[in-house]
């Protein structure tokens, strides 16, 4: 994710060791943490007696009398498994990561205040309803008993430093930290222009997506007047400098009913994609309140409730919508840059003072600048010429603390779409299926009502451009059984062209979104086992498409290389199946890339290449866009006399992926095995640390893996780090509605975060081997499936 990559750049050069000195002392560092599962313990907070059950991956099943001692228990136990992960996700709500990694991290926590995440969350707070704040209360309550009486993890005691007491504040301001993971916008729209500046109009419109080449749509039937084409997009004319790279994201999602089902009643997957790092970004748990809630699922560190998953009457999961949720703004600033010029009248900036403490002890005062809109972000950007501010989403008033909470006791498509409408910040398209055979799905987002189309960089000088509200969630497109008897989404276009508000540019390719639908509609009837070779399917849609373009280009009369040859043979009997196995997969993938690179490297700057390798969406677009032109100025290299052809420009890349591949792994094609160079490897946020990698175990890989970012079983890596594996499926679910016990889990990690325990990423053989485990749900299948059992007891007996 965004903000652990900074993380991970900053943290080799902050950690301070002291000298690991003995065995007795280390083991002490390892092992002082563990919990002792089958312990009973003594909570004072409690009112009840709460029984904590845990399974062969020491998955939580807790079971309580009231709602206020379930989540006093989950947050003591979610601390016992998770609570360095939670203090950092945090630190990075509030900005203060340099008082634990150092001075580094300074332009990380000024961005980080600049979002204004606690002045959203204190919004938030100050309407959350009486019970909700309850709960949160109670789950704090919860998280501090152990903070105060346990040992903490190793990772506090090698930083040095106690966690502060658990706030509600804390949890909610989690939910600026998702939104702004997701934010589309951020890095596109700036690199677009600077594209344009360096090439000019006509090429950088190549890479700006055009929706005839997405036509596939989430929700199909839905219609309205004509979204703007690409033209529209590139009327700013401004320099800008170079920014950093966003990684990649995506999901999946789908749900069939009794009509396509084995079982009579509707099946529902989800693979929400997101960084794949140890500890996993998600926390599972089975939460049972006696009379009142009984939910199972993913809970994110730091929160109390169930992000997704399902309930006595329904199941729900979710994907990004990929909502255009941000704008730039060129301000115009007066002589001492403490005022903005808006509609002829120069308006106050709000000055803000920020005090960093570091780790190394230093006081640093630095200083933000705010118009109406939001945060001026040059220093942040690296864009010097023009005061840019930014208008973003995750600012807007919404509630996804109440959405969750309320979708844990939803028992109904009406309940379930009441829950969804304050689900704006975070923009998902929640799918959604119930024990009465109902399945749907709802795109539940905050799409701002705005002039233009969103992708262009405003002028600042006028209220002409500032947002009027959002699309009333009335007006979001939904599908409550389509005849067709599925529902599916994965990050593709929203809605058809003629729907009447501007969504979205940002969208991914459709080649998951068209193979999900090609699977889906390959049998009649889909079963537990369909889902799951669907999850890790490595089909590649795009491969299919455009292998026999490039061979056609290579079809000529050109001198091939004994090597040249296998590899194009192998093209040429491939199944588009990106296999860790297939040294086809491999030839294509770097193929594909090389051929992008040809293409646009002699038009940009030497930075500017960089950074549009670093937002690969560009390149897909400009791919998609330029290639069935073959006369497109694009590919004619100008650093050469001659004017090459599209032919020309692959074959060169031809040669130079047989170069690579060659350099990489030997001269014998049967050995270029796409797994062979396309790695993961689960890393901690120390583990940049090789000292404290080898004395606590934290990173593990890397492993050989199959598929890429085009495949439903996504394994993506940016092409600034290339095949090293940074994205992927963050949890796999299958939910069957015919019987809850049937369904099945994996994550690529594990329960705890403590690297010691034997449950510190004991799933990753099985997410890698493409295996579930059982994921029960009734009691007697709880009690059935219990290796640990722990009583949480009010008093001391």
């Not at 040249?564 to 997969?585: G, H, I, R, T, V």
Request: charged share 25%.
């Amino acid at each position: 994710m965004k903000i652990f990559k900074r993380i991970l750049a900053g943290v080799a050069v902050v950690i301070v060791l002291v000298a690991i000195a003995g065995f007795f002392f280390l083991n002490n560092l390892r092992k002082g943490a563990l919990p002792d599962y089958d312990k009973n313990l003594y909570l004072p907070v409690l009112e009840d007696e709460v029984t904590v059950l845990r399974d062969s991956f020491a998955i939580p099943h807790i079971r309580a009398k009231s709602e206020a001692d379930l989540y006093r228990a989950v947050g003591f136990t979610m601390a016992q498994d998770r609570l360095w992960q939670m203090d950092l996700l945090r630190r990075i709500t509030q900005g203060r990561l340099s008082e634990i990694l150092g001075k580094d991290q300074l332009e990380t926590d000024l961005l980080l205040r600049a979002l204004r995440f606690r002045e959203k969350s204190e919004k938030v707070l100050a309407q959350t309803s009486p019970e909700i704040l309850k709960n949160l209360e109670a789950f704090c309550e919860g998280v501090n008993y152990y903070m105060e009486k346990f040992p903490l993890p190793p990772e506090f005691k090698v930083l040095g430093y106690h966690p502060d007491p658990w706030e509600p504040l804390h949890s909610i301001n989690l939910i600026g930290y998702m939104s702004w993971d997701l934010t589309s916008g951020w890095g596109t729209e700036m690199v677009s222009h600077q594209v344009k500046n360096e090439v000019g109009k006509e090429l950088a419109a190549d890479l700006i997506p055009d929706m005839e080449n997405h036509p596939t749509a989430i929700f199909p039937d839905f219609t309205g007047t004509e979204i703007p084409t690409a033209e529209t997009f590139l009327s700013a004319s401004m320099e800008l400098e170079k920014l950093g790279g966003s990684i990649f994201r995506g999901s999946n999602n789908w749900a069939v009913s009794g009509k396509k089902s084995q079982t009579g009643k509707p099946l529902l997957a989800n693979d929400m994609h997101l960084g794949l790092m140890s500890p996993g970004i998600w926390y599972q748990m089975h939460h049972v309140a006696e009379g009142s809630v009984n939910v199972t699922g993913l809970v994110l560190p730091g929160q109390p409730f169930v992000i997704c998953g399902h309930n006595d009457s329904i199941a729900w999961g979710m994907t990004n919508v990929a909502v255009d949720d941000l704008d730039f703004y060129a301000e115009t600033l007066n002589e001492d840059s403490t005022k903005y010029l808006l509609d002829g009248q120069w308006k106050d900036l709000v000055i803000q003072e920020e005090l960093i403490h570091t780790k190394e002890g230093e006081i640093i005062n630095e200083t933000l600048k705010f118009t109406h809109r939001g945060p001026i972000v040059n220093r942040f950007k690296k864009a010097n010429e023009t005061a840019l501010s930014i208008h973003w989403l995750g600012n807007e008033m919404s509630d996804e603390i109440r959405t969750v909470y309320l979708l844990n006791r939803a028992n109904n498509w009406n309940d379930f779409r009441d829950a969804a409408k304050t689900f704006k910040s975070v923009s998902q398209n929640i799918v959604y299926a119930d024990v009465a055979g109902n399945i749907g799905l709802q795109c539940s987002a905050g799409v701002p009502l705005r002039e233009g189309t969103g992708i262009e960089i405003y002028p600042g000088d006028t209220s002409l451009y500032d947002w009027q509200g959002l699309v009333p969630f009335e007006e979001l497109p939904y599908e409550f059984n389509p005849e067709r008897g599925y529902v599916s989404s994965a990050n593709n276009k929203t809605a058809p062209d003629d729907y009447p508000h501007y969504i979205s540019h940002w969208y991914a390719m459709p080649n998951r979104i068209n193979r999900i639908r090609e699977m889906l509609e390959a049998k009649e009837k889909l079963g537990i086992a369909d889902f799951q070779e669907m999850h890790v399917d490595v089909k590649s849609k795009k491969a299919e498409a455009l292998t026999p373009v490039f061979l056609a280009a290579l079809k000529g009369e050109n001198e091939y290389t004994s090597a040249e040859k296998a590899a194009l043979e192998k093209l040429e009997n491939w199944d588009y199946e990106m296999a860790k196995e297939s040294p086809a997969a491999a030839v294509f993938e770097v193929l594909y890339r090389k051929v992008a690179e040809n293409i646009i490297e002699d038009e940009l700057s030497e930075d500017l290449f960089g950074a549009v390798k670093g937002q690969r969406i560009l390149i897909e677009n400009m791919m998609l866009n330029a290639l069935p032109d073959k006369n497109s100025a694009w590919i004619d290299d100008k650093n050469t006399p001659e004017t090459e052809t599209y032919s020309d420009i692959v074959n060169r890349a031809f040669s130079q992926t047989v170069e690579e591949l060659s350099g990489r792994l030997g001269d014998d094609p049967d050995n270029w095995t796409w797994g062979k160079i396309h790695t993961l490897t689960l890393s901690h946020p120390l583990g940049v640390v090789e000292m404290l990698d080898n004395a606590l175990g934290l990173n593990r890989g890397p492993f050989e893996v199959p598929g890429s970012f085009h495949t439903v079983g996504p394994f993506s890596y940016s092409y600034n780090n290339l095949y090293n594996v940074n994205h992927g499926a963050s949890h796999r679910h299958i939910f069957d509605a015919s019987d809850w016990d049937a369904s099945k889990t994996v994550i690529p990690t594990g329960t705890s975060g403590i690297p010691a325990s034997d449950f510190y990423l004991d799933q990753t053989e099985m997410y890698l081997n493409n295996e579930y485990h059982a994921d029960p749900f009734s009691a007697g299948k709880v009690e059935e499936a219990a290796r640990f059992k722990m009583k949480l007891q009010p008093v001391d007996d």
